[in-house]
């Protein structure tokens, strides 16, 4: 894959903008379609992180392909957190709502154990789903006769961006727990969006769509398995 590319159509450039001496700058233009080749680069983060909530694939390409940065995994053991503590949330409300809880005080070492175990079934369902995807990329490789290369680092990295929008359904649990169910599979069906969003524009080849959607609904499905099959197994125990 190139270095960078343009945000609206996808041709490869060589450089987002060049430095000219006295600290001017000049966007590059895209030598297919013309355009500006990433607006991005003159905009305040704010504005970007509206467009990639927008699900703008221009602002996933900016984010994913033209913006260099570390390891996903840090992002990742934020978004376990924020996860965990959304699943506690409406567990606790489910609880509250069948009546089982206000019979005895908080116990608030329970609590922590509770939170522990949401941790490791958060953890659990993104490994899963990214496991799936990179299988289905890997058999797009296979299927398309290796002409075309996987870039796992760039899948891993779509797919861990595509979830922070996770984080959203904190602000609306906290506002009120009545909806918490209903909100919470709002907020499911959009992150299959904009991972959805996030693969086509990693993906590279022919039928980049196609093996984008494929790749999450397989991905959220074997989500759906495991994460189910921890809860069973958790409430047993
Ligand atoms: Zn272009």
């Known amino acids: ?15 987002l903008y ?14 297919v379609c013309d355009k500006v080749a990433d607006k991005y680069v003159e905009y305040d983060p704010v504005v970007i992180l509206l467009d990639a909530l927008l699900l703008q694939r221009q602002a996933y390409t900016h984010l994913l ?64 789903l990214l496991a799936t995807v990179l299988v289905v990329f890997f058999i797009k490789r296979v299927l398309h006769h290796r002409h075309i290369s996987i870039n796992s680092k760039l899948i891993t990295r779509a797919v861990i961006v595509a979830n922070l929008g996770r984080v959203l ?20 069906g959009y992150v299959c969006l904009s991972s959805v969003q996030a693969l086509r524009v990693v993906s590279e080849g022919n039928h980049g769509t196609l093996w984008a959607v494929l790749a999450v609904t397989l991905g959220f499905t074997t989500q759906f398995v495991v994460s189910n099959f921890l809860h069973t197994w958790l409430d047993h125990k």
């Open 18 to 31: 060049r430095d000219y001496k006295g600290g001017s700058i000049k966007i590059s233009r895209c030598k």
């Open 169 to 188: 359904a904190i602000p609306a649990l906290l506002w009120g727990q009545s909806y918490g169910q209903l909100y919470s599979v709002l907020c499911q």
């Open 1 to 15: 894959m190139a270095k960078f590319q343009c945000i609206e159509c996808g041709s490869e450039i060589d450089t």
């Open 65 to 128: 392909i033209n913006t260099k940065s570390d390891s996903p995994w840090h992002l990742a053991l934020l978004l376990w957190i924020c996860d965990a503590f959304s699943k506690l949330v409406l567990q606790r409300s489910e609880l509250s709502n069948k009546g089982l809880l206000g019979e005895h005080p908080i116990n608030y070492s329970y609590l922590g154990l509770e939170l522990y175990l949401n941790y490791i079934i958060a953890a659990s369902e993104l490994l899963t």
